[in-house]
């Protein structure tokens, strides 16, 4: 029998490298790519109105980058996790997606900084308008609205920042070692092995200046915090704070506040503020939200919030509103081995006899106001605690009998309980709806820290960041073909309005009209012009 030979393949081979090609951009993007819908949502945007600087080339001087291409670079970037600005730069020149979107530029990573650092304010509309356009669409309205915040590190080290209660401490022990400079430096002046170089040095010159320049940075620092009250503040980035975050100790950072819709997620507002706490942040988000129609004052609306939002001012103004808000009540301070028995949150009040019933059956009553401005009332009963059996269980520290005290909010914040506990399965839906949005900005879009310094130019970042997440999710529930056609729609109509205001402004109708009356008419056009488009 003869035997069959196996011939061995061989790999498979690439193209010589310096064979000369021929093609175009558009040949090496796929028709359905994410790159054509940022294209033709930037187009059809109005930057200039959206106060864009550069949207307007100056008449001398070397031709800047527009902002438009800028603008398309960035939201590229942000969407796939690369925000450095050195790193976009390096991807104008070895990205081809990024070589289509901005036709080939290389800006440098200076101009690319730039760019972002001074249209803070311009980006965060630019993403409000993109949340409109979703409205347009009806991506919004799923009936409730899911709000949180998240930590996100500054740009700023933990060394760098300083407090009230420390800068006199960290000024003392750079003086300290500035002394033992000194002192080492006597020393070997007066050794007779100076030249040796056997004499003791504590620290170098280079590091005496850097002491000397630090020394000047604290006492600016403590300066500034003395002027205007402040408690903190941090060398490079002064308006950044101390945030503590439960299982990742403290940072320095910033708290991001989002509102997302519970239809398809969509995050309908941003903001970001420096206070550690979420208390108080409720009521200015939620009126962002009726200003842009998110929210109908006395509507079906349910807006949904964890425990640290929780604040009797916030639910009186929603309650004012009509809106019904699901926040669940904070946990009340108690001795940690109180039994739960015991709690103040276990006294029932009895709005008719203006009361307290403890626990043990024993009436507690209001005592009387020394100041009639007081806002709180405390409720007791000495006698009952004096005689009661649990005096050593439900009463703490130095007390000898049990107060509690009632806000001018109590009967706001009982009723909101009721609203929770009757609409707890609602509530459940805020995890999903605000906490995922964090989760892909931090882990898939590279979020978990900010690039730039001060607030102003933090807020524009963030909105940078949620334009991202938004439009990926807009892809993720609209087909391509859908969403480019609805974005043509919209370019078109952009056009045909400027080329129709174009010929009222110069139609020969205006101008046969007397002169006082031609220009009152063009500016009435122009100033009602952006409700028109409306």
Known sequence: MKERTVEKMGFRSGGNRGQQTYGALEDMIDEENMIRLIDRFVEGSDLKALGFNRTKAAATGRPGYAAGSMAKLYIYGYINGVRSSRRLEKETRRNIEMMWLIQGLTPDHSSISEFRQMNGESLKKLFREFVLLCKSWELTGGGAIAQDGSKINASNS???????????????????KIAEYMASMDQADQSEDREEGTAPQAIS????????????QFEECKKQMEETGMEETSITDPDARMMGSPGKGFDIAYNL?????????????CEVINNPTDRGEMNPMVSNLIQDGHIN??????YLADRGYYSGEDLAKMKELGIKAIVPRQNPPHRKDQPEMFWCTRFRYDADTNSYTCPAGHTLY????????????SYRNKH?????????ICISGKEKYRTIKRGEYADICEAADLTYEENKQIYNLRR??????????????????????TLCKVRGEAALLCLAYNFKRVTNILEFKDIMAR??????????SFDFLFSLLFNPLIYSLPTTAQFPLSRRLLRHWPHICT
């Open 384 to 392: 009952a605690c004096k005689d009661c059996p649990h005096n050593g």
């Open 366 to 377: 209001p005592a009387k106001l020394r100041n009639p401005e007081t806002k709180r009332i």
């Open 257 to 269: 506040q989002i509102a997302v819709d519970s239809k398809h997620h969509i995050i309908l507002d």
């Open 297 to 302: 004052p006395h509507g079906d609306t349910a």
């Open 487 to 496: 974005l043509d729609e919209r370019l078109r109509f952009m056009t045909l």
């Open 205 to 216: 010159p280079k590091k005496l200046m850097e002491l000397l320049k630090r020394k000047g």
């Open 432 to 453: 999903e709806l605000a906490e995922h949005p964090f989760g892909t900005i931090k882990r898939y879009m590279n979020g978990s820290y900010f690039l730039l310094r």
């Open 158 to 176: 933990h060394k760098n920042n300083v407090k009230a209660n420390t800068v006199d401490a960290r000024i003392k022990r750079i003086d300290e």
